[in-house]
């Protein structure tokens, strides 16, 4: 809990680039939705508002008048989402305000998350690009007032924001901005994740060159490099991020089947070995996704709200719609269902493909499915 006090700089504890602060109730909802689609964000809002969630979230509480947490998060954050009224954020930020070149950007969300308006720092702070981005999250409109917008390219710490892509490291965020800004060869490999990335009227500028492999992009000898993928790279094409950035997309399933009162750690462990195993970023889950019977299973409630992943069931007749490799008469006799953990994954994923069939371990089965994006 922070507590808010005249003259006094609360101390808050920054994980991410951005800050999103609520003050009311619709507001509180709103945000706490904001932060499963948008993991870019630390998310702050009044007690008052109290879920009993948050600690497991890294929600941070407050106690007090918004005014005074404001100071503390312009020093720390590149930019402040504000689901607050417009001229109240205008009177609280004024006394606080420094320099164009020193400000984070900040932007507003009314009450009913209608709107997105750029209020402060809008080209230098990026409050313009993190409009647009948020606005796509939520669904509303962006307001841009500036009478002309930043160069129309890619916004390299925001690319994806909108679907839920984080980076792997920010090591190398300035610099390959700057390369995109200042228009050199910027090679983009995309291995998964959504295509429809480009949010701009005009083309993407030929600076800009699109490739199908991360071998073929090295041959090319770009300047830096985006790179969209759910794998962990080879050592072989670890050269591309001599200037460049990892994206993780959210395109992984977990599909999952446990005996009761299994532990957390140890449904954990399984995943972390799993997805060990095949190579694949835990940052790019996205599901884990099981059979309705296990809709109150503890450690599988505790581990999706952990890590911010999205917790599906499905019934046993919604699980025998899917084709099953490995159908099982046992499963069916306690489950009513043929499968759990593939025809789960697959439902989820909207594929009839496994990256992984059911594997058993101790008291877990996995299965993991990659996302169809088509």
């Known amino acids: 809990m922070i507590e808010l006090q005249e003259g006094v700089i609360p101390e808050i504890e920054v994980t991410k680039p951005y800050a999103l602060v609520a003050i009311t109730k619709h507001g509180v909802q709103k945000a706490r939705q904001m932060l499963q689609d948008f993991p870019h964000v630390d998310l702050y809002y009044m007690e008052k508002f109290e879920h009993g969630d948050e600690q497991a979230k890294g929600i941070q509480l407050f106690k007090g008048t918004v005014r005074l947490l404001l100071p503390a998060l312009f020093k720390k954050y590149k930019g402040l ?12 930020i004024a006394p606080i305000l420094e320099d164009k070149k020193k400000d984070p950007g900040v932007l507003v969300i009314d ?7 750029s209020v402060l720092s809008g080209h230098i702070g990026g409050a313009n690009a993190l409009t647009h981005e948020v606005a796509n999250v939520i669904g509303a409109k962006p307001i841009i007032t500036t009478a002309s917008d930043v160069q129309k390219t890619i916004p390299v710490d925001l690319f994806g924001a909108r679907f839920g892509w984080v980076w792997d490291s920010d090591e190398k965020l300035t610099p ?29 500028p030929s600076s800009i060159k699109q490739y199908q492999t991360i071998e073929h992009a090295i041959e090319a000898k770009p300047d830096a490099a985006l790179i969209v993928t759910d794998r962990i790279l080879e050592r072989d094409e670890e050269v591309i991020l001599t200037n460049g950035v990892i994206y993780r997309p959210k395109s992984i399933v977990l599909g999952m089947g446990c005996n009761r009162g299994t532990s957390f750690d140890e449904i954990e462990a399984v995943i972390d070995e799993t997805l060990a195993e095949l190579k694949l970023s835990k940052k790019s889950v996205k599901a884990l996704v099981t059979i309705d019977l296990k809709k109150d299973e503890q450690a599988l409630i505790d581990i999706t709200n952990r890590y911010g992943w999205k917790f599906v069931t499905y019934t ?16 069916f006799k306690y489950t009513g269902a043929y499968g759990v953990s593939e025809p789960a994954a697959m439902r989820y994923a909207n594929t009839s493909d496994l990256l992984l069939e059911k594997k058993k371990s101790g008291n877990v089965t996995i299965s993991i499915a990659r996302l169809n994006f088509c």
């Open 111 to 117: 009450d009913k998350a209608e709107h997105v308006i």
């Open 316 to 331: 046993p007749g919604q699980l025998n719609e899917m084709p099953l490799p490995n159908p099982s008469e046992t499963v």
């Open 176 to 204: 390959v901005s700057a390369a995109v800004v200042n228009e050199e060869h910027v090679a983009i490999v995309q291995e998964t994740g959504e295509t429809n990335w480009w949010m701009h009227d005009t083309p993407i």
């Open 81 to 92: 989402i504000l689901i607050i009224s417009l001229g109240a954020v205008v009177r609280m």
